[in-house]
Structure formats: structure tokens, C-alpha cells
């Protein structure tokens, strides 16, 4: 079965510093991987996903994820992080089976502190 | 502008009184899901539609149920609420499939006592 995990509840950086929110994925096959954030108060909201190609994947608000087939890993990342990033983060895997649905990780909360 | 929207955003209700979450798109969007958002759980799938008529179950489907009798409505019923019915709810639609980016609504928060 597909699965996704978000191995930390809390990633905590300073403003300016380079930033990193980690996903480790299984799946049979190829995988389709999705990053989602989550503002407080607010719906979640697409950042970016990889399908096929570049390992490297350029989405929305500067944010970037890499995909390592090896490690089996999609880490989202930021050079320079911001205070207003400080959100709620998921991962997602499309389930191969039946509708594709997105199976969600249980998220991880960035805190960007000034 | 695109949007999903749904109401209530906020309700607390009592045990086994029908309620109804509206849930409404305005993007002409085919897929349409409900998710529940549950604190270590992330958000996981309730129901489903592929189009006008076409609706299935996601994996926490027990104590909803939903109709899609128009495209840009899809409205989550809980017919006899329970107290671990209680949740954060987002609707969410896509053009043609869940690959394709998802809009969420803002959510709804629900309280059954």
C-alpha cells in the first residue's frame, strides 16, 4: 500500500536560514508526490509536485522539492526562509490503486521565528 | 474570483441532530472530495465524485453521507452525528483528476457534544 510519512512534528528556523521539511514515501511504481501548505485559520493550498523528470521541483512562494528515488525521499526546501512561512505542511503520494486518490501525511508545523 | 466555499465554518451540534456542510465551487471543476483533518492524522479521504451523479467512498466514509446533483455543489451529511465526529472539514475540487492541483475551501469546524 502507499503510504507517506512526515518523520518530524516541528521544524523550528531562524528567519533567513535555509530551510528543510522532510517526506519519505513508499510506493509501487512510479510515485506522484504533492506538497500542500496550510496557513493558520485557512484551507490547504498546492506548493508544487513532482510526476516525472528533473528531480528537482521549483513550485510556489520560492519553495523547492527534490526528489531522491534512491532514499525514496520528496524534502521540501527554501534558501531563505521567511516568518510569514511559518505554517502547516503536508506531504502527499497518489494512491496507484483505483481513483489516484492523494494520500496525506500527518503534516509538520514550521515555525520561522525572527 | 476561484474559490471554494463552506457552510458553517463553525457549528457545535448535539448528538444525533441532522446536520448538513454546503460546499460550493465556482471553477467548473469535475472532482470534488470532503476531507476530515484530525490532529497526528494529517486529512484523510471521506468521500469522493468524479462528476454530476458520480460519487464514491473514501476511507473514513461510516456516519456520512454526500450528493453531487449539481456540479459546483457537493454537501457532506452527517444524519446522526457522533461525538468522534468531531473535526476540522475541507471540501476540495480539482478539474480532472486529484493529480491535478486541488482547491480546498476554508474549512469547518465541528463540535458534537
Known amino acids: 500500500a502507499q503510504s507517506v510519512a512526515q518523520p518530524e512534528d516541528q521544524v523550528n528556523v531562524a528567519e533567513g536560514n535555509p530551510l528543510t521539511v522532510k517526506c519519505t514515501y513508499s510506493?509501487?511504481?512510479?510515485?506522484?508526490l504533492f506538497w500542500y501548505v496550510q496557513y493558520p485559520n485557512r484551507g490547504l493550498q498546492f506548493l508544487l509536485k513532482?510526476?516525472?523528470?528533473?528531480?528537482l521541483v521549483k513550485g510556489s512562494y520560492g519553495f523547492e522539492a527534490e526528489f531522491n528515488k534512491s532514499q525514496t525521499s520528496f524534502h521540501l526546501k527554501k534558501p531563505s526562509a521567511l516568518v510569514s512561512d511559518s505554517a502547516l505542511y503536508f506531504c502527499a503520494v497518489r494512491d496507484i490503486g483505483g481513483t489516484g486518490k492523494l494520500i496525506f501525511g500527518q503534516g509538520t508545523t514550521l515555525q520561522v521565528k525572527p | 474570483e476561484a474559490q471554494v466555499t463552506q457552510n458553517p465554518r463553525y457549528l457545535i451540534t448535539v448528538t444525533g441532530k441532522k446536520l448538513t456542510v454546503t460546499c460550493s465551487q465556482n471553477m467548473n471543476h469535475e472532482y470534488m472530495s470532503w476531507y476530515r483533518q484530525d490532529p497526528g492524522l494529517g486529512l484523510r479521504q471521506i468521500y469522493y465524485?468524479?462528476?454530476?451523479?458520480?460519487?464514491d467512498k473514501g476511507d473514513v466514509p461510516e456516519g456520512y453521507k454526500v450528493s453531487r446533483k449539481e456540479k459546483r455543489n457537493f454537501p457532506l451529511i452527517l444524519e446522526s452525528p457522533s461525538p468522534n465526529q468531531t473535526s476540522l472539514y475541507f471540501c476540495?475540487?480539482?478539474?480532472?483528476?486529484?493529480?491535478?492541483?486541488?482547491?480546498f475551501g476554508p474549512g469547518t469546524r465541528l463540535t458534537v457534544l
Open positions: 476540495a475540487s480539482s478539474l480532472y483528476s486529484f493529480d491535478n492541483e486541488q482547491f
Open positions: 510506493v509501487s511504481g512510479n510515485p506522484y
Open positions: 513532482y510526476i516525472t523528470g528533473d528531480n
Open positions: 465524485s468524479m462528476n454530476v451523479e458520480v460519487t
